[in-house]
Structure formats: structure tokens, C-alpha cells
């Protein structure tokens, strides 16, 4: 039961332009949101996160947007830089998991100079 | 201020082998978590320790998988005997004690990859 999920596995953008990856989820008890970048032989870094309380996180070129009612969450980056490509995790974490986070298969993002 | 650091990087095993993964945290950091990706798919969590102590170990697969933390610092993670299915990468991860509301603290290491044939 996979209680977050990534449906793309892969994205292709020009260098400039905007980068969406999405993610859904299924436990309506997460209350707490995080993307995570993943360059090749290297372990997962935070990117940006957003509470459950809100709907829009903003960092830079990185936004996440959070649709509780369809339990849906994008990453929008902008503009993309070819630095940006790497694989991108969903994850999520609630009240009762403590700090155990769930994570998403991953989006691998290309961007293109 | 060193990382996460893991080892070994890299392993291939036979079936039936034992493998024994080490993970050193950042110093300070109470909590250690293990996480795994196999072929590609979700990173899924194995356990936690705080401290010493397995604070929540609901995501190891089976009794063929071992986690110690001698004395709340390193962490192993032994598998024996290894199975085809036991290849991936496992990760492992620390946070500072009273950092546990926000996945922003939360460090990971390179990953240990696990091959068995």
C-alpha cells in the first residue's frame, strides 16, 4: 500500500523554463510535507517542505503548493537551470509516525541548456 | 562539520552471505534513521533509533535484518543470510534529538549499495 506516490518517473524541460513535478498522496493523517533533491551517488537533501496549515511554501526558485482536498502536492521551479536535474522526492510524515518520513518513488527532472 | 558517512559503498554478495552496513551520524545527532530503495522504487523506511534505544522499528522486513547502535553512536545494519531481493541502496540518516517536527533537519548519507547474486 503505497501511501505516496510519484505517477511521472521522468521530465524533460528546456533550460529557462518551468519544472512541475507532482506528487499524491493517500493518508489524510499527513500533516507535513517535504521535496527532496538526489544527485547520482549521493545521498537525498532537503529542498523545501510545507505544513499541512498552509498552501503555498515559497524558497527562491523553488514553490511547493499543497491541495489538501485532493490530497495533491506539486514542486514548481523556475527557472530551471540544468543544475536542477536531478531525481526528486515526494515525502510526508504525520503526527502519529513521529519522524518517519514516506516517501514518493521519485521524478527523475532533466533540463535541457 | 562531517556528514552522514556510510560504509561500505559498495557490496556484492552471494546469496546466503552475510553483509554488515555501518553508518557513522553527525556527532550530536540522537536520532538515526535507516531507509532503503530498491530497483528504483520508493525510498522506504526500515527503523529508528534514539539514542541507543529502537524507537521505532515497524519497517524492517524480516528477522534476517539486524540494526544495533552500540552506545547511541555508530549504527550496523547486518543482513544474514542476504537474499536476491535484499539489493538496494540503504541509507542511513540522522537528526538532531529535539528536531523531530520538521523533515528540513533530518541528514542523509550517501547510501551503502547492496548487491546480491
Known amino acids: 500500500d503505497q501511501q505516496v506516490k510519484q505517477n511521472s518517473p521522468s521530465l524533460s524541460v528546456q533550460e529557462g523554463r518551468i519544472s512541475i513535478l507532482n506528487c499524491d498522496y493517500t493518508?489524510?493523517?499527513?500533516?507535513?510535507f517535504l521535496w527532496y533533491k538526489k544527485y547520482p551517488a549521493e545521498g537525498p537533501t532537503f529542498l523545501i517542505s510545507?505544513?499541512?496549515?498552509?498552501d503555498k511554501n515559497e524558497d527562491g526558485r523553488f514553490t511547493v503548493f499543497l491541495n489538501k482536498s485532493a490530497k495533491h502536492l506539486s514542486l514548481h521551479i523556475v527557472p530551471s537551470q540544468p543544475g536542477d536535474s536531478a531525481v526528486y522526492f515526494c515525502?510526508?510524515?504525520?503526527?502519529?509516525?513521529?519522524?518517519?518520513?514516506?516517501f514518493g518513488e521519485g521524478t527523475q527532472l532533466t533540463v535541457n541548456p | 562539520e562531517a556528514g552522514v558517512t556510510q560504509f561500505p559503498s559498495h557490496s556484492v554478495i552471494e546469496k546466503g552471505q552475510t553483509v554488515t552496513l555501518r553508518c557513522d551520524p553527525i556527532?550530536?545527532?540522537?536520532?538515526l534513521y535507516w531507509y532503503r530503495r530498491v530497483m528504483g522504487k520508493e525510498i522506504k523506511f526500515l527503523l529508528h533509533?534514539?539514542?541507543?534505544?529502537?524507537?521505532?522499528e515497524s519497517g524492517m522486513p524480516n528477522n534476517r535484518f539486524l540494526a544495533e547502535r552500540t552506545g547511541g553512536t555508530y549504527s550496523t545494519l547486518k543482513v544474514q543470510p542476504a537474499e536476491l531481493e535484499d539489493s538496494g541502496v540503504y541509507f542511513c540518516?540522522?537528526?538532531?534529538?529535539?528536531?523531530?517536527?520538521?523533515?528540513?533537519?533530518?541528514?542523509f548519507g550517501e547510501g551503502s549499495w547492496l548487491t546480491v547474486v
Open positions: 510545507i505544513s499541512s496549515i498552509k
Open positions: 556527532s550530536g545527532h540522537d536520532n
Open positions: 493518508n489524510s493523517m499527513f500533516d507535513y
Open positions: 540518516a540522522s537528526s538532531q534529538r529535539y528536531a523531530q517536527g520538521s523533515g528540513n533537519t533530518i541528514y
Open positions: 533509533f534514539v539514542k541507543e534505544s529502537k524507537q521505532d
Open positions: 515525502a510526508a510524515k504525520s503526527e502519529t509516525s513521529g519522524s518517519r518520513l514516506t
